[in-house]
């Protein structure tokens, strides 16, 4: 009996205490371009892209620059094909690439009471959590949502809330 629960308890150590922290968590943000509301728009003639950026209405109502951004806050960017001349995107009378409604990828990032607890603390976001999305709201994922790619580039930004645009945004436009 003893070490029948002592094998019990070896193996439940070494079960990932993780199990659920991971981007099946993070539900695509069905309806975002009505509901959301569109804060930047980024040409990225790198990649031949637009990307345009979603907050949530009410996480944008309560953040406040320079603080830590609320629980439950969505942020999505939305990458857009572009009209292109030759190889390179074409330009609008502003300088600016002209987007088309073809959706490649999106990405969200989502911030839950706790949702970084289950992080090491080398990995963690704060309490946010990513997903990477078709634009039909199937998955993109694997190993790189998981455990690396979003995470540590984010990381980057910790003195921003692990976001490149939106913390920024707040300072710019209500700070
Ligand atoms: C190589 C670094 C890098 C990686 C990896 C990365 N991001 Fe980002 N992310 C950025 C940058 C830089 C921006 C700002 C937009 C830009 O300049 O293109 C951004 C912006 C965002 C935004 C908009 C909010 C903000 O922070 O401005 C979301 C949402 C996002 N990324 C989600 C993701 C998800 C989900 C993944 C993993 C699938 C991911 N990112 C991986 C660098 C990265």
């Not at 002592?6 to 193996?11: E, K, P, R, S, T």
């Not at 569109?38 to 953040?63: G, H, I, M, N, Q």
């Not at 857009?80 to 390179?88: E, P």
């Amino acid at each position: 009996m003893r070490i029948r629960s002592l094998l019990f308890a070896a193996v439940a150590a070494m079960l990932p205490a993780t199990s659920w922290a991971g981007p099946e968590r993070v539900d695509f943000p069905a309806g975002y371009r009505d509901a959301f509301v569109e804060y930047l728009r980024v040409d990225r003639p790198d990649r031949k892209t637009t990307r345009f950026f979603y907050v949530d209405p009410e996480s944008l109502a309560a953040a406040e620059p320079g603080r830590e951004l609320p629980q439950g806050t969505v942020l999505i960017m939305e990458d857009h094909k572009v009209v292109m001349n030759g190889d390179k995107p074409a330009l609008n009378a502003e300088g600016r690439h002209r987007p088309t409604d073809e959706v490649t990828n999106v990405f969200v990032m989502e911030k839950r009471p706790g949702w970084g607890a289950e992080y090491p603390l080398e990995t963690r976001n704060g309490d946010w959590d990513y997903a990477w999305f078709e634009a039909d709201g199937s998955r993109k994922q694997g190993d790189f949502v998981r455990f690396t790619g979003c995470f540590s580039c984010h990381m980057n930004r910790a003195n921003r809330d692990f976001t490149f645009t939106f913390f920024k945004y707040l300072l710019d436009t209500k700070g």
